[in-house]
């Protein structure tokens, strides 16, 4: 029987207000959740989507140094890109990558050899022996470090170990959905800026609730009827965090940081469109259109090339012993005291 959607909440709620509920959490995935088997895991289906689009728009990864924003539990996207040739470097906020899940994700990606070799454009043969040559690694670190990437947790993304102009790819899988709204500039600004030029940016963007997959008993874009102070209240915590963005936000995002939109694949939910009709959206949504509120999912390639644009001048502030920090503020109100 699927799990309920308040009961998939209650349960995650339940344990980011617990002390050590971050690894007990973990440990009910293992046991009845997406951690359970990771060979149906999305994400090296994922992997493949976006090896496809790598090659359209920058020739292929191999030899290229690629920075993914977000490892996961599920190594699958790095592990591929390195397979595929590219030497990645994969960030996570808080460690998550587990190293018995690497060697599942290893496993299948045995069985995978063809469908990776496809979406990458690569000879099977490489593939096949650049999985030799991790089968033999005790850890995920230190398959990245055989592939000439490198796995860097817990570690602040919005500060990157990089020169300017150092990387050629920036990679997410499904991410972007899951950061606080006030960080996802900072992300952006932070990739703008290792990206050489022309640098090319890959996201997998998923925009509905992730309480409530088919079954749970509720439509996928209930969620937008909370006031963003409701939504932050009851639903956003440690654990799990939604930022409820839609696709324009997303898009205007990527346009004031610099990007070039090259591709945005969507998939907008014809069916739930009724539905939202009759459906209370919160103020934040109500001047979008059905379509942009009903788009689930984009996957977009974008370019570096243009110079952010400048709404925020950046001022170092201290007071007293604490450290001096930087902080933006809207160039109209520095102006203002100049």
């Known amino acids: 029987m699927p799990i309920r959607w308040w009961m998939k909440w209650g349960i995650s ?11 007990l959490y973990e440990k009910m995935l293992r046991r009845f959740g997406e951690l359970s088997q990771v060979s149906s895991s999305t994400r090296f289906n994922n992997t493949e989507v976006l090896l496809k689009m790598s090659r359209r728009w920058c020739d292929g990864v191999e030899g290229k140094h690629v920075v993914e924003l977000g490892t996961g539990w599920v190594s699958a996207v790095p592990l591929g890109f390195g397979l595929a040739g590219a030497r990645v470097d994969t960030f996570d906020v808080s460690r998550l990558a587990a190293d018995d899940l690497f060697i599942q994700t290893v496993e299948e990606y045995r069985k995978r050899g063809e469908q990776l070799a496809q979406a990458s454009g690569m000879p099977v043969e490489k593939i096949h022996q650049r999985l030799q040559e991790i089968e033999q690694a005790s850890s995920f670190s230190e398959a990245c470090q055989l592939l000439g990437g490198a796995y860097h947790a817990p570690f602040d993304t919005t500060a990157l170990p990089f020169k300017d102009g150092e990387v050629d790819v920036v990679i997410s899988n499904l991410v972007l959905q899951c950061v606080p709204k006030e960080v996802i500039p900072l992300l952006l600004k932070e990739s703008w800026r290792i990206l050489k030029p022309g640098g090319i940016a890959l996201h997998r963007i998923r925009m509905s609730d992730e309480y409530s997959p088919p079954g749970s008993g509720r439509n996928h874009l209930e969620y937008l009827k909370y006031s963003e102070q409701q939504w932050n209240r009851w639903f956003n915590h440690s654990l799990k965090h939604i930022n409820r963005l839609r696709a324009p936000q997303f898009l205007e995002l990527f346009r004031q940081h610099g990007f070039t939109c090259l591709e945005c694949g969507r998939t907008v939910d014809h069916q739930s469109i009724p539905f939202l009709q009759q459906l209370p959206l919160a103020q934040p949504f109500r001047q979008m259109s059905l379509e942009d509120i009903a788009t689930v999912n ?38 203002a005291f100049v």
């Open 13 to 23: 709620y339940t344990f980011s207000n617990l002390p050590y509920g971050r690894p």
């Open 298 to 335: 984009i996957d977009v390639a974008l370019k570096k090339t243009n110079i952010p644009e400048k709404k925020y001048a950046t001022t170092a502030v201290g007071v007293g012993f604490f450290p001096i920090i930087e902080l933006d503020i809207p160039i109209m109100l520095v102006r």
